[in-house]
Every structure is written in C-alpha cells, then in structure tokens.
C-alpha cells in the first residue's frame, strides 16, 4: 500500500509526468474521438425532433457540455493553483496553467452556441439573463487569469499570484450554478436534475452525456499536451531535458 | 516577572493601536496631497454628467438609468484609485517595512482599505445624493442611493485590495487590474444598482441592501487575509 503512495508522489517531479503525460495523450485523444462521433452521430441522427423547439434544440448536444466543462476546468484549475500554493509543487501550478486556455475556450463556446440557439428560440442573440451573465462573467475570469500569468515574468511570481486570483475567482462558479433560482429570469430552468427525473426523451440524454465526456477527454488531452510543453519551456535549463530525443534532435 | 512583560507590550503596539495610526498616516498623506483624492471624485461628477450629455435631457429616461450610471462610475472611480492603495508604499520600500513589523500585516492592510474607502468610497456615497438630484430621483431613492453606495463601496475597496496587490510592479499593472478586479465588482453593481431601480418599481430595496451587507461581511473577512498574501507574494 505504502508503495503505491510512493508511486503517486514520484509523478508530481515535472522530470517523472512528462513522459508519463506523453504517453496519456494519444489514449484521452482517441477517447475524445471515439465518443465525440458517437455523440454526434446520436444527435444528429437518432435523437428525435423536439415538438416545441423542433430541429433548432440540437445544439444542445454541444451547449450544455461546453457550458459545464467551462465551469467544471475553472474550479479543477483553483483546485490544482491551491495545491500549487499550499504545497509549493511546480507541477499543479503548471497544471493550474495548462488548463486556463482549454477552459476560456468553451466558456466562448458556450456563449457563442447560446446566442446560435437562442435566437430562433427567444428571438434574440442575447438576452441580459443571469445565467448568461454569469458565463460571460467566468470568461472575464479566465482572461484575467491568463493576463495576469503573461504579465509577470518570473514564473514562480506568476503561478503564486495567479493561484490567489483563481481561488478568489472560484468564489463566481458557485453563483453561477444557483443563479438560476437566485433570480428568475427568461432563461429555461436547467432541464437535468439529480432530485427529478429527466424531462427529456433517454437518447437525447445520452447523446449530450457523451458529448460532455468527449469534452471532458479532450480537456484532459489537451492540457497534457499543454503541459509537455510548459514544463519543457520552464525546464529547458535542466540536464533532463537537454537528453531528451525530441529536444536533442 | 511582571517588568518584561510589560516592556515587551511596550515594543509590540497593540493591534488596534496599529490599525488607527495606519488609517491616520494614510489619511495624513493624502491630506498633503489632496489632488490625488480629489482628481477621483471629480472623475467620478465628470463620468456622471457625460451620461445626460450622450443620452438626452428627458427625465423619465435618466430616472431610470440613474441608479446604474452612478453605480459604474463609481465603480470606475474606485478602480482608478486602486493604484494609490500600495504603489507608492511599494516603491519606497514602506510595504517591506511592514511586512516585517511584529504588528500582523492582516491588520496593517485592513487599515490601508479602511483609510483607502474613507478617502474614496464615503465621498462618493456622500456626493451621490447630489449628483442624483440631476437624474431627477426622488428623495427617498436619494437615501437608498446613498445607503447602498456606503454599503457597497467598502466591498469594493475591499475586492479591489487584492487587485491591486496582484499587480505591484506588473507592468501594465494599471490596465491590468481592471481586467482582474471589475468582473469581480459585478455581483455589488447588480444588487447596488438593483436596490435604487427595486425602490423606483415599489419593491422596497431590503432585499438587496441586505445581500450587500452579507457580501460585505464575506469580503471582510476575506479581503485582508487574501491581500496579505497577495502581498507577500509580489514583495518575495
């Protein structure tokens, strides 16, 4: 037991993750493949026309994904800047990094697919409602971060002010979530819940929760990826890196 | 055994004592400069005035956009003046100074945002009622006015701090923190702006001054703690 322990910390070393986030990759990108065509295809095709919204609504398959990774990768990234700044660990603020861009993506996927459907659907682009507020809010929140983190030079000063910013930032996501009961607005309460059943037909669901992991694959992917790269760029002085074969070459 | 004791309380000042000649020296420094005091107030009258100008003198429309209109140009005024929080502090070296005094620098920092809002935020919400009086509102939301502002901009001063303590020497540090602080300043500007239009329709603003107070109470207790270790981390 003890010796798996072991085992996890070794990874936390940016020198030991590196070749380990390399080989995870490939595996989270086929995933994200995989379950993204199988999701499309469900929309698409076998998922039935809405009786109210008609053809329009199938743009909740990709809107409700993206509205959650957006709001999910913020809280794991506060979560990964406050190991970073409680236990000084290089690798969770580099991970805290990696994954701002991935996350201020589909935080503009998710306004950009809600304006797309809310206009044949509200008549509008946009409509000053709380959840879209809230979203546009977190994407403010990510920007900051990113801005933040470019505009100090010396790394280690970066990672600790840019961990503060998230964890004060986190404090947004949960108004987020209850903003729906906080203020009742134009904005269709959230049609998935825990506590009732479903009021939508079982492969309509299916098809969005596949087309959230897709996202949450992707994410993984890609802030692995982003990683290998911040870790070569911030450890390009060391011995390690220098014998590495793609850096040799 | 009682003589150290004594003399040791003699070195350290108490808490409280350090807390009121922090709000007085800031106070006292910016009495010595009134400029950079006053160039925020007229900031925020000027930013007031250009509204009518853009919209248009009818009274029913700029009753209505008042409460908003004064709420963002107060929330720009306290931004700019965010600088003034720890930047000159920061260049002669004072910040380090303090950082290292036996006195917490919790209870330093939280003296600095107090002195920061009596200097920025309590003449806004006095100037407000005044400024209102333009937007043709009525007495009673003149006083809602001014009781959010007087709850609320403490918030800011507050939210602000830590901003301002993220961007000490980050160059481009002044754009910067607008970027990081005003999405953070939105949730005020909703329930601040929220309680004058709840009082305009007859809803009473209870509500909403109460969600101030309660975010008030939050940033309290949080505000100092989280600009303190902002603070270290740009002094490292």
């Known amino acids: ?249 | 055994m009682n003589q150290p004791m004594t003399q040791i309380a003699s070195a350290t000042p108490s808490v409280f004592s350090a807390l009121g000649s922090v709000i007085r020296r800031d106070i006292l420094l910016a009495a010595r400069r009134k400029s950079d005091v006053l160039t925020t107030l007229f900031f925020f009258v000027i930013v007031v005035t250009l509204f009518p100008l853009g919209i248009g003198p009818e009274m029913s429309v700029l009753r209505n956009i008042a409460p908003g209109v004064l709420w963002v140009a107060a929330l720009l005024a306290t931004m700019l003046s965010l600088n003034r929080l720890f930047a000159a502090d920061y260049a002669d070296g004072t910040l380090e100074q303090m950082a290292i005094s036996s006195v917490p620098l919790g209870v330093l920092v939280a003296g600095k945002v107090i002195a920061h809002w009596l200097l920025s935020g309590l003449p806004l919400a006095l100037l407000a009622p005044i400024l209102g009086l333009q937007f043709d509102l009525a007495p009673q939301q003149l006083w809602v006015l001014a009781i959010a502002l007087a709850i609320g901009t403490p918030v800011l001063s507050l939210v602000g701090a830590v901003g301002a303590a993220l961007t000490l020497g980050v160059r481009g540090g002044g754009v910067l923190v607008s970027l990081l602080v005003l999405p953070l300043y939105i949730p005020v500007l909703i329930f601040g702006a929220g309680a004058v239009e709840a009082d305009l329709t007859g809803l009473g603003a209870s509500a909403h001054l109460s969600l101030l107070a309660a975010f008030l109470a939050v940033t309290a207790f949080f505000g100092p703690w989280a600009t303190t270790v902002a603070l270290r981390i740009s002094l490292e």
């Not at chain 1, 994954?99 to 809600?114: E, I, K, R, V, Y």
């Not at chain 1, 929140?141 to 503060?164: C, E, H, N």
């Not at chain 1, 990683?227 to 450890?235: A, G, K, T, Y």
Request: charged letters at 10%; proline letters at 4%.
């Open chain 1, 1 to 249: 037991m003890s010796n798996q322990v072991i085992n996890f910390f070794k990874f936390s070393s940016p020198q030991a993750f590196y070749p380990l986030a390399g080989k995870m990759v490939p595996w989270f990108a086929a995933l994200a493949a995989i379950l993204g065509i199988t999701a499309l295809y469900i929309g698409f095709f076998i998922a039935p026309t809405d009786a109210q919204q008609g053809e329009g609504y199938r743009i909740i398959f990709v809107h409700v994904g993206v509205s959650w990774m957006s709001m999910l990768i913020y809280v794991v990234m506060a979560m990964w800047a406050a190991i970073g700044l409680g236990f000084n660990t290089r690798l969770s603020n580099m991970m805290a990094s990696a994954l701002a861009p991935t996350g201020a993506m589909f935080a503009f996927l998710s306004l950009c697919t809600g304006a797309l459907w809310g206009k044949p659907m509200w008549g509008t682009w946009w409509v000053w409602d709380a959840r879209l507020t809230s979203e546009l809010i977190l994407f403010f929140l990510y920007i900051g971060f990113i801005a933040l983190q470019s505009a100090i030079d010396d790394p280690r000063r970066a990672d600790k002010a840019g961990a503060v910013l998230a964890i004060v930032g986190v404090i947004n996501v949960p108004i987020i979530y209850f903003s729906v009961q906080w203020w009742n607005t134009l904005h269709q309460g959230s049609s998935v819940s825990l506590t009732k059943s479903p009021s939508m037909a079982a492969t309509m669901l299916l098809g969005m929760l596949l087309m959230a992991l897709c996202f949450w694959m992707y994410s993984i992917a890609v802030a692995l990826k982003r990683l290998r790269v911040i870790i070569l760029e911030r450890e390009r002085h060391t011995a390690w890196v220098a014998a590495l074969p793609e850096v040799k070459s």
